[in-house]
Protein backbone atom coordinates (compact mmCIF):
# COMPACT_ATOMS: atom_id res chain seq x y z
CA UNK A 1 0.00 0.00 0.00
CA UNK A 2 1.31 3.45 -0.72
CA UNK A 3 2.43 5.63 2.22
CA UNK A 4 2.52 9.46 3.21
CA UNK A 5 4.74 11.63 5.68
CA UNK A 6 2.07 12.26 8.74
CA UNK A 7 3.31 15.07 11.40
CA UNK A 8 1.43 15.13 14.16
CA UNK A 9 2.25 18.17 16.23
CA UNK A 10 0.82 20.14 19.67
CA UNK A 11 1.49 22.91 21.22
CA UNK A 12 3.95 21.51 23.62
CA UNK A 13 5.93 19.33 21.46
CA UNK A 14 5.99 16.96 18.19
CA UNK A 15 4.56 13.58 19.21
CA UNK A 16 5.12 11.90 15.77
CA UNK A 17 6.67 12.04 12.34
CA UNK A 18 6.34 8.95 10.38
CA UNK A 19 5.72 7.52 6.56
CA UNK A 20 2.04 5.48 7.13
CA UNK A 21 -0.65 4.27 4.84
CA UNK A 22 -3.41 5.76 6.53
CA UNK A 23 -5.28 7.76 8.98
CA UNK A 24 -8.76 7.47 10.19
CA UNK A 25 -10.29 10.31 12.40
CA UNK A 26 -12.80 12.45 13.50
CA UNK A 27 -13.77 16.15 12.34
CA UNK A 28 -15.98 18.51 13.36
CA UNK A 29 -17.95 17.32 9.86
CA UNK A 30 -17.96 14.02 10.86
CA UNK A 31 -15.65 10.90 10.32
CA UNK A 32 -12.53 10.82 7.35
CA UNK A 33 -10.00 8.60 6.40
CA UNK A 34 -6.64 9.43 5.04
CA UNK A 35 -4.80 7.97 2.16
CA UNK A 36 -1.88 9.05 0.13
CA UNK A 37 -2.89 10.90 -2.71
CA UNK A 38 -5.15 12.40 -1.16
CA UNK A 39 -6.33 16.25 -2.43
CA UNK A 40 -5.51 18.71 -0.58
CA UNK A 41 -8.00 19.45 2.27
CA UNK A 42 -7.89 21.55 5.86
CA UNK A 43 -10.63 20.55 8.48
CA UNK A 44 -11.49 21.34 11.64
CA UNK A 45 -10.55 18.09 14.39
CA UNK A 46 -13.29 17.24 16.96
CA UNK A 47 -12.68 15.36 19.86
CA UNK A 48 -12.30 11.65 19.18
CA UNK A 49 -10.08 8.62 18.39
CA UNK A 50 -7.32 8.91 15.32
CA UNK A 51 -5.98 5.41 14.23
CA UNK A 52 -2.96 5.47 12.60
CA UNK A 53 -1.93 2.59 10.03
CA UNK A 54 1.81 1.92 8.87
CA UNK A 55 3.10 -0.93 7.41
CA UNK A 56 4.32 -2.47 11.14
CA UNK A 57 1.31 -1.38 13.28
CA UNK A 58 -2.02 0.59 13.80
CA UNK A 59 -1.77 2.84 16.88
CA UNK A 60 -4.77 5.02 18.37
CA UNK A 61 -4.37 8.58 19.59
CA UNK A 62 -7.12 10.43 21.79
CA UNK A 63 -7.27 14.29 19.78
CA UNK A 64 -8.91 17.09 21.61
CA UNK A 65 -9.64 19.53 18.84
CA UNK A 66 -7.14 21.24 16.49
CA UNK A 67 -6.64 20.99 12.50
CA UNK A 68 -5.81 18.47 9.62
CA UNK A 69 -3.86 19.88 6.91
CA UNK A 70 -3.62 17.73 3.82
CA UNK A 71 -1.11 18.47 1.01
CA UNK A 72 0.66 17.21 -1.77
CA UNK A 73 3.63 16.83 0.11
CA UNK A 74 2.42 15.60 3.90
CA UNK A 75 -0.59 15.42 5.68
CA UNK A 76 -0.35 17.75 9.29
CA UNK A 77 -2.35 17.16 12.46
CA UNK A 78 -1.73 20.23 14.52
CA UNK A 79 -3.58 19.32 17.58
CA UNK A 80 -4.61 21.14 21.02
CA UNK A 81 -3.71 17.42 22.36
CA UNK A 82 -3.12 14.06 21.25
CA UNK A 83 -2.21 10.66 23.55
CA UNK A 84 -1.45 7.55 22.39
CA UNK A 85 -4.04 5.33 23.87
CA UNK A 86 -1.15 2.51 25.58
CA UNK A 87 -0.16 6.22 27.43
CA UNK A 88 -3.47 7.44 28.78
CA UNK A 89 -3.93 7.44 32.33
CA UNK A 90 -7.35 5.74 32.82
CA UNK A 91 -7.52 6.16 36.50
CA UNK A 92 -6.17 10.12 36.22
CA UNK A 93 -9.28 10.61 33.62
CA UNK A 94 -11.94 8.98 35.13
CA UNK A 95 -10.68 11.11 38.43
CA UNK A 96 -10.89 14.51 36.02
CA UNK A 97 -14.50 12.95 34.71
CA UNK A 98 -15.92 12.90 38.44
CA UNK A 99 -14.48 16.37 39.33
CA UNK A 100 -15.75 18.05 35.92
CA UNK A 101 -19.36 16.20 36.72
CA UNK A 102 -19.16 17.66 39.86
CA UNK A 103 -18.33 21.32 38.73
CA UNK A 104 -21.38 20.97 36.21
CA UNK A 105 -23.96 21.00 38.64
CA UNK A 106 -22.67 23.96 40.51
CA UNK A 107 -21.88 26.06 37.07
CA UNK A 108 -24.36 29.15 36.04
CA UNK A 109 -22.61 30.80 33.73
CA UNK A 110 -22.54 29.56 30.00
CA UNK A 111 -19.00 30.25 29.35
CA UNK A 112 -17.68 27.67 32.20
CA UNK A 113 -20.50 25.39 31.77
CA UNK A 114 -18.81 25.09 27.93
CA UNK A 115 -15.29 24.46 29.58
CA UNK A 116 -16.54 22.20 31.64
CA UNK A 117 -18.17 20.19 29.09
CA UNK A 118 -15.15 20.01 27.09
CA UNK A 119 -13.34 18.90 30.13
CA UNK A 120 -15.54 16.17 31.18
CA UNK A 121 -15.78 15.36 27.37
CA UNK A 122 -12.17 14.91 26.81
CA UNK A 123 -11.82 12.57 29.73
CA UNK A 124 -14.43 10.25 29.11
CA UNK A 125 -13.07 9.94 25.42
CA UNK A 126 -9.87 9.65 27.01
CA UNK A 127 -11.52 6.87 28.88
CA UNK A 128 -13.25 4.99 26.52
CA UNK A 129 -10.21 5.03 24.17
CA UNK A 130 -7.99 3.79 26.92
CA UNK A 131 -9.68 1.16 27.76
CA UNK A 132 -10.74 0.00 24.28
CA UNK A 133 -6.87 -0.92 23.83
CA UNK A 134 -5.82 -1.56 26.92
Known amino acids: MATFKLEVITPIKKILEKE ?17 NHAPFVAELAIG ?11 AYFVSGGFID ?48 KALQDALTKVRIAEQYR
Open 49 to 59: EMKIKSSDEEV
Open 70 to 117: ISREQTTILADEAIDAREIDVARAKKDAEVAQAKLTKLKEDRDIAATQ
Open 20 to 36: VEMIVLRTTEGDMGVLA
